[in-house]
């Protein structure tokens, strides 16, 4: 097996473990509550460094980039991979402390012509199947879920930006302060007005290098990573974001070509244990699968299956 090239994940560990922000490549969005509350839950977009995010709560993609996770160019839309992330330590919140929280609201509608092609029930219902089941029990993370926002068209044939306006509303637990985290976000699918990457017409192409990035939370909840399975395609990036301090990303076995651990792929029957807040990423180039562990203390077990 491949591996990536260790300069670019040894210098995102790194940043990550001094305490310094990487929003676009974290992936994490929080929405422009209070400063203090901002952290209690913050929505995750896939692809997100290849999206333009402005007042940490508007994500702007162009239909066919990196963000666009129907691997589409052309066909005037979006769909953006989302999930919702609660109680998770931010080193670019620094005034906002993780707590338990006891209630979590979300809402969702299509702004504009949108709404007559994606109805605004559905958005909601796709908005809340991305939410943690367990968001009471600590910091965990949704099952990701795709929010299709399609490009407004008028009857000259001018294009213009569709909207999702996305609304999370969390509270905390008794006695916690700030008591809220009130965060008003908006997902823009930006026309293309240039050609799709890889071809010479603006037909609808499909991109087949456009790679997923789904996000994996190391000591969720204390006992385990979130999600545990993820399904990708050959060449595509998992990546592996810290929740608490203490474990480690060893595949296991950790034997020959195939041994990926944290956080830069060497020495693997050495792994070190890294810090809350700390990142790691790997790509698959093979199809296979692969189980991977964390022995801090008692075994934390995921597994990665990658499809051709």
């Known amino acids: 097996m491949k591996r990536r090239p260790l300069g670019h ?3 995102l560990a790194t940043i990550a473990m001094a305490g310094v922000a990487s929003l676009a490549w974290a992936g994490f969005v929080a929405g422009g509550g209070s400063a203090e509350s901002d952290c209690y839950v913050e929505l995750h977009v896939r692809g997100l460094e290849d999206a333009g ?5 508007v994500v702007s993609c162009t239909d066919g980039d990196a963000c666009d996770d129907d691997r589409r160019c052309g ?6 991979s989302i999930a919702v992330c609660v109680s998770r330590p931010d080193p670019s919140l620094s005034a906002c402390t993780p707590v338990p929280l006891r209630r979590l609201i979300g809402r969702a509608r299509s702004v504009g012509a949108d709404r007559h092609q994606v109805s605004d029930r559905n958005q909601r219902s796709l908005l809340l199947t991305s939410f943690p089941v367990a968001y009471k029990s600590g910091t965990s993370c949704g099952t990701p879920s795709g929010m299709t926002a399609r490009v407004r068209v008028d009857r000259s044939g001018r294009k213009a930006a569709g909207m999702i306006a996305v609304s999370l509303d969390a509270t905390a637990a008794r006695g916690a302060a700030p008591a809220r985290d009130r965060d008003r976000l908006v997902l ?10 890889g071809s010479t017409s603006t037909t609808t192409t499909t991109l087949p290098g456009l790679s997923s990035s789904p996000l994996v939370l190391v000591g969720a909840d204390g006992i385990h990573f979130d999600p545990e399975t993820v399904r990708i395609r050959a060449g595509d990036t998992v990546r592996w974001l810290w929740a608490g301090s203490g474990y480690s990303v060893v595949h296991a076995p ?3 070509d195939a041994a990926f651990c944290s956080p830069n792929d060497e020495r693997c029957d050495r792994a070190p244990y890294s810090l809350s807040g700390s ?3 790997h790509t698959f180039p093979d199809a296979g699968t692969f189980p991977y562990e964390s022995d801090a203390g008692f075994p934390l077990h995921g597994l990665v299956i990658v499809d051709p």
């Open 279 to 281: 990142t790691y990423e």
């Open 254 to 256: 950790a034997t020959g």
């Open 75 to 80: 066909n005037d839309a979006c769909e953006f």
């Open 188 to 197: 823009r699918c930006l026309p293309r007005t240039d050609e799709c990457p």
């Open 9 to 11: 994940v040894t210098t």
């Open 53 to 57: 995010v402005s007042g940490n709560r």
